[in-house]
């Protein structure tokens, strides 16, 4: 079964370093989100991409943070600097489209900021 | 503003069980709903997904319902054994296509 691949699973830096997560979705999927969750609770969206145009990221921190899906298929989420505050797991989905279909969720990378 | 409530926040029963999870949101403008297992430093995993249009979704020992005029859906889980331990979250679907979750439930199946 296909399946949304993210890299690297763990990474640990240290505050004010830059950190870059990868996600490569499910063949064919033209919508694309990058997830953060906290310890606890429940992801919270920071970005969706449909095709490679941004179709939301009222939730992402811009002074910070930047994702980018130039060819509208692998995508990439970067933190520079990074924060102690922005420990978490990081988590990419993947659907068909923006429509009612299935999310689909990448094992994640989980960033521990010293 | 939509939000998603889960409770109980942590649920222990002994196997064999049938449980219910209990899902609430506030803004019954949703497209679908849909039910997520995640195992302890894992991603998500998609377990029932039900449309606004329909009232429930089986799948093997799962059953999720969904009434939106109320604002709430369960996930019943029957005969519960140890493998069923994780936490257990739902997440409504706006017609933004934005996906809004809940904090989970944190399930433990004592064998």
Redo the contacts between chains.
Sequence with gaps: EAE?A?SPRYKITEKSQAVAFWCDPISGHA?L?WYRQIL??????LV?FQDESV??DSQLPKDRFSAERLKGVDSTLKIQPAELGDSA?Y?C?SSLG???E???????T?LSVL | KQEVTQIPAALSVPEGENLVLNCSFTDSAIYNLQWFRQDPGKGLTSLLLIQSSQREQTSGRLNASLDKSSGRSTLYIAASQPGDSATYLCAVRRNTGKLIFGQGTTLQVKP
């Excluded at chain 1, 299935?102 to 994640?108: D, Q, T, V």
């Design positions: 949304v993210q919508t989100y606890g609770q429940g992801p919270e969206l969706q179709v939301d797991m988590l989905a923006q429509g009612s299935k999310l689909f969720f990448g094992s994640g989980q």
